[in-house]
């Protein structure tokens, strides 16, 4: 018992100290495109932890979608990291032109992906894959199209 607390804490202190600089910047904002085209919001609430909001449509779909992510910098590239997430989503989706067949979406999202931010620029790109599944309605074709690009302006 006294090791497993021991390898715990050690553990512990090795996440904390590997996870001090992970972040280059505090919050952004900018434009997902993609299969979930929209806005994307992202913040820091931790070295290492982070709050993505994404606001997608179309004509015929809406969603809104929060994750919360784990984002680490990979060894010896300056500016680019990795990260992974989940959360949840809400919206609605109009499936067919010639009729009303609307139906109400909510459900959950995983996000991996990877992040460059320019050193001497305040932009930053990221290449995701955010499957999700719904579980209202039996409307599922998320897993396939989840892959995005977010191009976004950072607040430092």
Do not use: C
Not at 134 to 156: E, I, K, P, V
Request: avoid cysteine; charge should be neutral.
């Amino acid at each position: 018992m006294k090791l497993q607390k021991l390898l715990f804490a050690a553990l512990l202190t090795t996440a904390f100290a590997t996870t001090l600089n992970a972040q280059q910047y505090n919050s952004s904002l900018g434009v997902r495109l993609g299969y979930d085209n929209g806005v994307t919001l992202k913040h820091f609430f931790a070295p290492a932890s982070a709050g993505e909001f994404i606001i997608a449509f179309s004509p015929n779909y809406f969603q809104a979608t929060g994750l919360y992510e784990y984002q680490q910098p990979v060894p010896d590239v300056r500016g680019l990291d990795w990260y992974l997430g989940l959360g949840g989503h809400i919206g609605g989706i109009h499936k067919h032109k010639d009729r009303y067949d609307g139906t109400f979406l909510i459900g959950a999202d995983l996000i991996g992906g990877i992040e460059y931010t320019f050193p001497q620029a305040p932009f930053n790109i990221s290449l995701d894959w955010k499957p999700s599944i719904n579980f209202t309605q039996g409307y599922n074709d998320y897993w396939y199209s989840g892959f995005a690009l977010s191009l976004r302006y950072t607040f430092r």
